[in-house]
């Protein structure tokens, strides 16, 4: 199957990297200048002090240059200095038209464009040191075009009001290219700028084209939405999702169980996806829905890939009112089954009815599990209504060894699925129920969401019928590094007869990557003493229960929609490929310009 785009999506990731800081990239710049100067100390040396001509800084130079094999440019003040003044200006200007740039990323861009500025520069001693001043001032055009470019990229994406900001390092550079050389240098320094400028900005243009053209969206706004969201946590990036987004129709079934003593609990499958990212979307859907409800309540994962990423936040306030709508006429019923198993392929189900609906939780474990595509849930819901009015179906998400496609209809994986399932079904249609008791227990960790734990820690569920005990143990996560269920299952199963492990899904763990399972940074040894602590207490409130199954019609949900995660990747996927031989051609085409402006003008 070939890769879906949430996959290649996440593949994008290897082009973000974390700004060094700026301490260290201002001793990079202040070293670079320093040995531009000692490389230059042997020509100070051998000029000739007794000559007529005065001892200032422009004589020397002008001395200096009619001496074919010798070089003499001070780094310090052609290069340190720009960069310094880049470096403090670039922010606060920045933050002036109210967006946002950190003095890391300020020091960053600055140190990689004084190395650029060196390289252009002494590129003139490979022919003659006459073309100092020439390859200076192209090094400077070039300075201000790629600043403008970056620019627009991580801070602002309207180009105009990003000149002044890009004009901070090369604009020190002119001024300090009129003392070391002459006036008539500013002249071709600005006519340079001006054409960097129009060059990388019709590269700009170029590289937003496709994504206007197919979503109606600015490629570099969505970025600059995208860093400000890592820098400070804004919500911008959801205006973007919205203005692709569309409006689904899901159901969602909960498990309502009452108690003779202790708090109610709502066991819901909602049928859409978690993420995208950290809290944007629905990035934190099962903790909002959990601290929305006086119950104690499990939100699992349901069937839904990321194309049912919630586009906001504020979405998912039709989920509660859609659940609060379900459990206005439900009837409670004291029996529930005991919990079975059924397999088929490499696909397991962990069973169990409450009256007259049922519970489906399925793995595919120690093989990798990745989201089941909505189309695969539903069907296996369609097969169930045979026999139960609501069917929950569960994935329980818990086995990741690296970022893959999603489970789509009519393959055989799918097709595993919907077999186990109707055989679950079929199962326990026909088992008897007895009275059962139910305990719950919900312990936070001491562990971080970049750690691989989402904000809810561990819930359990323990659920005892005919003398037998089932628990359902759900870790807020997005996945579990493989064996990792293995393992906790192997400990728990000493404590109760049957059981699942289950992770939520949530995206909050994931800020730029999919990649952040449980397990992966935290050894599965080491919280495995919580989990089992927290099955014991759920034991421990073992009381009798009632039961109560409920269908929520979540209606005009706005989600990125049906393929659009992959319309999206595919498309920037296909930028990346020529943004590198663009962007080579139009800085031939700059620096060609440039050469035929310097020749003209000089």
Same mark, same amino acid.
């Given at each position: 199957?070939?890769?879906?785009?949430?996959?290649?999506?996440?593949?994008?990731?290897?082009?973000?990297?974390?700004?060094?800081?700026?301490?260290?990239?201002?001793?990079?710049?202040?070293?670079?200048?320093?040995?531009?100067?000692?490389?230059?100390?042997?020509?100070?040396?051998?000029?000739?002090?007794?000559?007529?001509?005065?001892?200032?800084?422009?004589?020397?130079?002008?001395?200096?240059?009619?001496?074919?094999?010798?070089?003499?440019?001070?780094?310090?003040?052609?290069?340190?200095?720009?960069?310094?003044? &880049?470096?403090?200006?670039?922010?606060?200007?920045?933050?002036?038209?109210?967006?946002?740039?950190?003095?890391?990323?300020?020091?960053?861009?600055?140190?990689?464009?004084?190395?650029?500025?060196?390289?252009?520069?002494?590129?003139?001693?490979?022919?003659?040191?006459?073309?100092?001043? /020439?390859?200076?001032?192209?090094?400077?055009?070039?300075?201000?075009?790629?600043?403008?470019?970056?620019?627009?990229?991580?801070?602002?994406?309207?180009?105009?009001?990003?000149?002044?900001?890009?004009?901070?390092?090369?604009?020190?550079?002119?001024?300090?290219?009129?003392?070391?050389?002459?006036?008539?240098?500013?002249?071709?320094?600005?006519?340079?700028?001006?054409?960097?400028?129009?060059?990388?900005?019709?590269?700009?243009?170029?590289?937003?084209?496709?994504?206007?053209?197919?979503?109606?969206?600015?490629?570099?706004?969505?970025?600059?939405?995208?860093?400000?969201? /890592?820098?400070?946590?804004?919500?911008?990036?959801?205006?973007?999702?919205?203005?692709?987004?569309?409006?689904?129709?899901?159901?969602?079934?909960?498990?309502?169980?009452?108690?003779?003593?202790?708090?109610?609990?709502?066991?819901?499958?909602?049928?859409?996806?978690?993420?995208?990212?950290?809290?944007?979307?629905?990035?934190?859907?099962?903790?909002?829905?959990?601290?929305?409800?006086?119950?104690? /309540?499990?939100?699992?994962?349901?069937?839904?890939?990321?194309?049912?990423?919630?586009?906001?936040?504020?979405?998912?306030?039709?989920?509660?009112?859609?659940?609060?709508?379900?459990?206005?006429?439900?009837?409670?019923?004291?029996?529930?089954?005991?919990?079975?198993?059924?397999?088929?392929?490499?696909?397991?189900?962990?069973?169990?009815?409450?009256?007259?609906?049922?519970?489906?939780?399925?793995?595919?474990?120690?093989?990798?599990?990745?989201?089941?595509?909505?189309?695969?849930?539903?069907?296996?819901?369609?097969?169930?209504?045979?026999?139960?009015?609501?069917?929950?179906?569960?994935?329980?998400?818990?086995?990741?060894?690296?970022?893959?496609?999603?489970?789509?209809?009519?393959?055989?994986?799918?097709?595993?699925?919907?077999?186990?399932?109707?055989?679950?079904?079929?199962?326990?249609?026909?088992?008897?129920?007895?009275?059962?008791?139910?305990?719950?227990?919900?312990?936070?960790?001491?562990?971080?969401?970049?750690?691989?734990?989402?904000?809810?820690?561990?819930?359990?569920?323990?659920?005892?019928?005919?003398?037998?005990?089932?628990?359902?143990?759900?870790?807020?996560?997005?996945?579990?590094?493989?064996?990792?269920?293995?393992?906790?299952?192997?400990?728990?199963?000493?404590?109760?007869?049957?059981?699942?492990?289950?992770?939520?899904?949530?995206?909050?763990?994931?800020?730029?990557?999919?990649?952040?399972?449980?397990? /992966?940074?935290?050894?599965?040894?080491?919280?495995?003493?919580?989990?089992?602590?927290?099955?014991?207490?759920?034991?421990?409130?073992?009381?009798? &229960?009632?039961?109560?199954?409920?269908?929520?019609?979540?209606?005009?949900?706005?989600?990125?929609?049906?393929?659009?995660?992959?319309?999206?990747?595919?498309?920037?996927?296909?930028?990346?490929?020529?943004?590198?031989?663009?962007?080579?051609?139009?800085?031939?085409?700059?620096?060609?310009?440039?050469?035929?402006?310097?020749?003209?003008?000089?």
């Amino acid at each position: 199957m070939s890769q879906e785009g949430d996959v290649k999506l996440g593949q994008l990731a290897r082009f973000i990297f974390t700004a060094p800081s700026w301490k260290r990239s201002l001793v990079l710049i202040l070293l670079l200048g320093f040995i531009l100067d000692g490389a230059n100390a042997k020509a100070w040396l051998t000029l000739d002090l007794a000559s007529p001509l005065s001892f200032t800084l422009p004589t020397v130079i002008s001395s200096y240059f009619s001496l074919p094999e010798q070089f003499l440019f001070s780094g310090t003040l052609a290069f340190t200095i720009p960069a310094i003044a &880049a470096l403090v200006l670039t922010k606060p200007l920045i933050e002036y038209t109210g967006k946002t740039m950190t003095w890391n990323r300020s020091a960053l861009l600055a140190l990689t464009c004084t190395v650029f500025g060196v390289i252009i520069t002494l590129a003139a001693l490979a022919s003659s040191v006459k073309l100092i001043p /020439m390859c200076y001032a192209i090094s400077l055009g070039f300075i201000f075009g790629l600043r403008l470019f970056v620019l627009t990229a991580i801070a602002d994406y309207r180009v105009p009001r990003m000149i002044i900001p890009a004009l901070t390092q090369s604009g020190m550079g002119v001024l300090i290219g009129i003392f070391l050389f002459s006036p008539f240098f500013a002249i071709i320094a600005i006519v340079l700028h001006i054409v960097f400028g129009l060059g990388f900005a019709a590269l700009i243009w170029m590289i937003e084209r496709p994504l206007r053209k197919a979503f109606q969206i600015r490629g570099l706004a969505f970025i600059n939405a995208f860093i400000a969201h /890592m820098t400070d946590g804004s919500r911008g990036m959801e205006n973007f999702f919205r203005e692709i987004g569309e409006e689904i129709f899901v159901p969602q079934v909960s498990f309502f169980f009452r108690r003779e003593t202790g708090k109610p609990v709502i066991f819901t499958v909602p049928n859409l996806h978690p993420g995208p990212m950290g809290e944007i979307g629905g990035g934190n859907l099962p903790k909002i829905l959990h601290d929305h409800f006086r119950e104690e /309540m499990l939100v699992a994962h349901g069937c839904a890939t990321h194309d049912f990423n919630l586009v906001s936040e504020s979405e998912i306030s039709k989920v509660i009112d859609a659940l609060e709508d379900s459990r206005q006429a439900l009837v409670y019923s004291s029996g529930a089954g005991k919990s079975g198993l059924a397999t088929n392929g490499s696909v397991r189900v962990l069973y169990q009815r409450f009256g007259d609906s049922v519970l489906l939780v399925t793995t595919r474990s120690p093989q990798r599990t990745e989201d089941l595509d909505f189309s695969v849930g539903m069907t296996i819901m369609a097969e169930g209504h045979r026999w139960f009015p609501h069917v929950a179906v569960v994935d329980a998400h818990n086995c990741m060894t690296d970022l893959s496609s999603p489970v789509l209809l009519a393959t055989l994986t799918a097709t595993e699925y919907q077999r186990a399932a109707v055989d679950a079904m079929d199962a326990c249609r026909t088992a008897p129920q007895f009275p059962f008791r139910i305990g719950t227990a919900h312990h936070t960790l001491p562990y971080s969401r970049e750690m691989g734990f989402g904000d809810l820690g561990i819930q359990v569920l323990v659920i005892e019928a005919g003398g037998q005990r089932t628990a359902y143990i759900l870790i807020d996560g997005n996945n579990m590094a493989q064996g990792v269920r293995e393992t906790l299952l192997e400990k728990v199963l000493s404590v109760v007869d049957a059981a699942e492990i289950m992770t939520t899904d949530s995206h909050v763990v994931n800020t730029i990557t999919g990649k952040n399972p449980v397990g /992966m940074n935290v050894p599965v040894a080491e919280f495995t003493p919580h989990v089992i602590h927290a099955l014991n207490a759920a034991i421990e409130d073992l009381t009798p &229960a009632e039961a109560a199954a409920g269908t929520a019609h979540c209606d005009h949900i706005v989600v990125f929609g049906s393929n659009r995660i992959s319309e999206l990747a595919s498309t920037v996927n296909a930028m990346l490929v020529f943004v590198a031989p663009l962007s080579l051609a139009m800085l031939l085409l700059a620096f060609l310009l440039s050469i035929i402006a310097y020749i003209v003008m000089a």
